[in-house]
């Protein structure tokens, strides 16, 4: 059974940095997107950052580009998310999330098809 499990949340003050994980369990697939999204209060679910399972360009968010990378252990069944310069407006919960169609190419960062979710990390940025 496939199961997403996201770690490494908290509070941070602006400027900070933090890593998040997402160790995936029962994943089956040779073809999907894998990506992380977050959804800060009041506002819609947004796509941060994503990619394909074998490889390619990992696009990311425009607010985030620069700042957040992405990358993944193989051998760990791990998804990272660097996160540098921290920023207020990065207050949000964080999910990793998988694409099992393999579908969503260069519109990865949109959740349409995304069916896989973690429980999500929160990751406060306050002074």
């Not at 908290?10 to 890593?19: D, I, N, R, Y």
């Not at 819609?44 to 990619?51: A, D, K, L, N, T």
């Not at 580009?65 to 921290?86: C, E, I, P, V, W």
């Amino acid at each position: 059974q496939l199961q997403l499990v996201e770690s490494g949340g908290g509070h941070v003050q602006p400027g900070e940095s933090l890593t998040l994980s997402c160790d995936v369990s029962g994943l089956q697939l040779s073809y999907y997107y894998i990506g992380w999204f977050r959804r800060a209060p009041g506002k819609e679910r947004e796509g941060i950052s994503c990619v394909f399972s074998l490889g390619g360009t990992t696009n990311y968010a425009d607010a985030v580009k620069g700042r957040f990378t992405m990358s993944r252990d193989n051998a760990k069944n791990t998804l990272y998310l660097q996160m540098n310069n921290l920023k207020p407006e990065d207050t949000a919960v964080y999910y990793c999330a998988i694409d099992r169609t393999g579908a969503s190419g260069s519109r990865c960062l949109r959740d349409t098809l995304y069916s896989f979710w973690g429980q999500g990390t929160q990751v406060t940025v306050s002074s």
